[in-house]
C-alpha cells in the first residue's frame, strides 16, 4: 500500500459491508483518516469495531458516521461535517474536491445476484479505488472510470438538458435559489 495515503480523509459512503468496508479498510491501513459512513449511527460503529478488530485499521483513523440517505436532513447533516456541500456528491467540479465515479466491476457482495452469477470479492473491487486514490495516479477530476481505467460515460451523463435538469435539483436540495 503506497505511503502517500497518509495524512489523507476519505468520507467512504457505504463502508459497513461489501466494496465500501473493503475500501475503507484499505484506505485506513494505507494512514488515511476515514470517515466509515452507515445509514445508522449504530452500523457504522459496529463497521468500525470489524475493523479495529479484523484488519490492521487503527482506531484512531477511523471515525463512525450515520446517515440515511433517503432522508435529506441526515445527509446534510453529514455533508456539513465533512466540510463538504450536498452538490458536490452530485458533481465533481469543485477544484478542491477530488471526486470520480468509479465502476469497480462485478463483486461477489449481497447485489450480485441482481448482476451476475460471479465476480471479484469486494477486497479485489475495492482495491481499483484505493489505486485511483493515490495520487502518484493520475486521474481527472469528475471522469468516469471503469475499474482503473477512463471511459466514456454514458450519453445521458453529459448531455445539456440532462446536467441542466440535475443541477438545478441540487441548487433546490441545498437551499440554492437561482
Given amino acids: 500500500m503506497s505511503s502517500s495515503l497518509s495524512g ?6 457505504g463502508a459497513t ?6 475500501t475503507a479498510r484499505l484506505l485506513a491501513e494505507g494512514g488515511t483518516t476515514v470517515l466509515v ?11 468500525v469495531d470489524r475493523l479495529v478488530t479484523l484488519s490492521d485499521a487503527p482506531a484512531d483513523r477511523l471515525c463512525a458516521y450515520g446517515a440515511d440517505f433517503a432522508r435529506l436532513e441526515e445527509v446534510e447533516q453529514l ?11 452530485v458533481f465533481a467540479a469543485d477544484p478542491r474536491v477530488t471526486a470520480v465515479s ?13 448482476y451476475a452469477h460471479e465476480g471479484e470479492s469486494p477486497a479485489e473491487g475495492a482495491a ?20 482503473d481505467q477512463r471511459v466514456t460515460p454514458a450519453p445521458v451523463a453529459t448531455e445539456p438538458r440532462t446536467v441542466k ?3 438545478k435539483l441540487a441548487d433546490l436540495l441545498v437551499g440554492h435559489t437561482a
Fill in 17 to 22: 459491508s461489501g466494496i465500501g468496508y473493503q
Fill in 79 to 89: 455533508a456539513a461535517y465533512a466540510r463538504s456541500q450536498l452538490a458536490l456528491t
Fill in 102 to 114: 468509479v465502476h469497480p466491476g462485478v463483486c461477489a457482495t449481497g447485489l450480485m445476484p441482481l
Fill in 165 to 167: 435538469r440535475l443541477t
Fill in 37 to 47: 459512513h452507515g445509514r445508522t449511527t449504530e452500523e457504522a460503529h459496529a463497521a
Fill in 8 to 13: 489523507r480523509t476519505a468520507l467512504v459512503t
Fill in 128 to 147: 481499483h479505488v484505493i489505486r485511483l486514490c493515490d495520487p502518484a495516479t493520475e486521474i481527472v477530476n469528475g471522469a468516469y472510470y471503469d475499474r
